[in-house]
């Protein structure tokens, strides 16, 4: 550790000079204190036009606000894990009355929305769901519509999100 100090002390010198010890206690130091834990994360909602869904059909939201970590594939929908942790999702929509829209991973449900058709006085209705899920590098997250004519509004009203908490 003198060295170290030493190298910290002398940082004001033009030029430092580091001798291999030194050096591997630096990278060492800094190693230890600092996060290597990638940061994951994505935003997308839809953007272009009101989407008409048919039972089974995954959500494809097309405009990208982030995708850190590059998980989120908008021509598909889906989110694959590029490292294993605890995610944080949140599935938001504006939709018509009758619609299910099923958060799935590996096709299996960890949340769901519904606007039920007692409500079809109302022509949209906001609806949202939030889940912590851990995941294993590879899995896939995405957002499908589980009946006929699911009806998703556009413009920043239906979204998407993901983030990697630890």
Known sequence: MGLLKSLIYNNTKATVTLDSSALKQLIKLLSESSNHSPRISFSVYVKSNVLTLGAGQ????????????????????????????????????????????????????????????????????QISRTVIVRLKSGDHVRVENYSNNGIIHDGHYSGFTGVRLF
């Open 58 to 125: 995954t959500i494809k939201y097309d405009a990208i606000l982030t995708n850190d970590g590059n998980g989120y594939d908008d021509r598909t929908g889906v989110f694959k894990c590029p490292v294993a942790g605890t995610y944080m999702f949140v599935v938001d929509s504006l939709s018509k009355p009758g619609i299910w829209l099923f958060l799935k991973v590996n096709n299996n449900a960890v949340g769901k929305l519904h606007v039920s058709v007692a409500n079809k006085e109302k022509p949209f209705v």
